[in-house]
Antibody
Framework: QMQLQESGPGLVKPSETLSLTCAVS?????????WGWIRQPPGKGLEWVGS???????YYNPSLMSRVSISINTSKNQFSLRLNSMTAADTAVYFC???????????WGQGTLVTVSS | QSVLTQPPSVSAAPGQRVTISCSGS????????VSWYQHLPGTAPKLIIS???RRPSGIPDRFSGSKSGTSATLDITGLQTGDEGDYYC???????????FGGGTKVTVL
């Protein structure tokens, strides 16, 4: 059974860079599919952050494109998110997920809360 | 403001039916697949409909999806208290090269 697990700091200072990793078990990310990050600010809806293919091809939310980078590490079977110049508006639960061919997300991590505060 | 528009809330009594709409445009719903997610408090979102109307394994047939033009619909029949939560539609936008989610609809079982 495939599982995804996010890891990273729960607290980030304003202007700093967030780094999160999603470890995938029970499935090789080299087989295919895109792998994505989705976030949910407190009290708000889901927001797509971006996705990466095992080849390294990426797509990003246009509103975050200047600050976001998603990479993949096939040897560790994991992918990572970097979001720089963090502000309070970036406070959210961050989920990693597998993206299917129809741009649906079928396997999700449990999510990790990231708070931006000094 | 989300590109995909959903009603903020819907409600019905147990056993009844609710319908959630998701309105978009030709660059997203009109030419791409729609998916639906159930998000219960404290859990990860759960895929309940993919590719407009496909139910993943384990999803009861009380949940059904459809698409017509630039709009999509999620129907939940035989409503149960365990269905209370937030529901999101999703699609890909060809012009933006971006995945999209609707703003979410809160389902309340009266």
């Amino acid at each position: 059974q495939m599982q995804l697990q996010e890891s990273g700091p729960g607290l980030v200072k304003p202007s700093e860079t967030l780094s999160l990793t999603c470890a995938v078990s029970g499935y090789s990310i080299t087989i295919g599919y895109y792998w994505g990050w989705i976030r949910q600010p407190p009290g708000k809806g889901l927001e797509w952050v971006g996705s990466v293919y095992h080849s390294g091809t990426t797509y990003y939310n246009p509103s975050l494109m200047s600050r976001v980078s998603i990479s993949i590490n096939t040897s560790k079977n994991q992918f990572s998110l970097r979001l720089n110049s963090m502000t309070a508006a970036d406070t959210a639960v961050y989920f990693c997920a597998r993206q299917g061919d129809g741009s649906y997300y079928d396997y999700w991590g449990q999510g990790t809360l990231v708070t931006v505060s000094s | 403001q989300s590109v995909l528009t959903q009603p903020p809330s819907v409600s019905a009594a147990p056993g009844q039916r609710v319908t959630i709409s998701c309105s978009g445009s030709t660059s997203n719903i009109g030419n791409n697949y729609v998916s639906w997610y159930q998000h219960l408090p404290g859990t990860a979102p759960k895929l309940i409909i993919s590719d407009n109307n496909r139910r993943p394994s384990g999803i009861p047939d009380r949940f059904s999806g459809s698409k017509s033009g630039t709009s999509a619909t999620l129907d939940i029949t035989g409503l149960q208290t365990g269905d209370e939560g937030d529901y999101y539609c999703g699609s890909w936008d060809t012009n933006l090269s971006s995945a999209l989610f609707g703003g979410g609809t809160k389902v309340t079982v009266l």
